[in-house]
């Protein structure tokens, strides 16, 4: 499967910014979609994953109660709702698909290319 994030850019500190991944293929209902991060000289890490049908979501605690993860099967889509954005949020975001619900970069085979996401302070 092939991914494409986009939606990122530069939001001031308790703005929102809605991300998208459009995936290729008629596989997509097959995976657990996930999203990561990566600041500047920090390792990439787990933000929220999403399970095949959209029935369970998982948050990293950093994110809890103000990132929201859904997707639409049939648009072949992925969403992240980030809202009340820090500037300790400023990172490139990947989507990524994997077949299992484990919260771990080495859990996902597939990403996509990655959008930057600023917020200024």
């Known amino acids: 499967v092939q991914l494409q994030a986009s939606g990122g850019g530069l939001v001031q500190a308790g703005g929102s910014l809605r991300l998208s991944c459009a995936a290729s293929?008629?596989?997509?209902?097959?995976?657990?979609m996930g999203w990561f991060r990566q600041a500047p000289g920090k390792e990439r890490e787990f933000v929220a994953a999403?399970?095949?049908?959209?029935?369970?979501?998982n948050y990293a605690d950093s994110v809890k109660g103000r990132f929201t993860v859904s997707r639409d099967n049939a648009k072949n889509t992925v969403y992240l709702q980030m809202n009340s954005l820090k500037p300790e949020d400023t990172a490139v975001y990947y989507c990524?698909?994997?077949?299992?619900?484990?919260?771990?970069?080495?859990?996902?085979?597939?990403w996509g290319q990655g959008t930057q996401v600023t917020v200024s302070s």
């Open positions: 999403i399970t095949r049908s959209g029935g369970g979501t």
């Open positions: 990524a698909a994997a077949l299992e619900f484990i919260p771990m970069v080495a859990a996902y085979d597939y």
């Open positions: 293929g008629r596989t997509f209902r097959r995976y657990v």
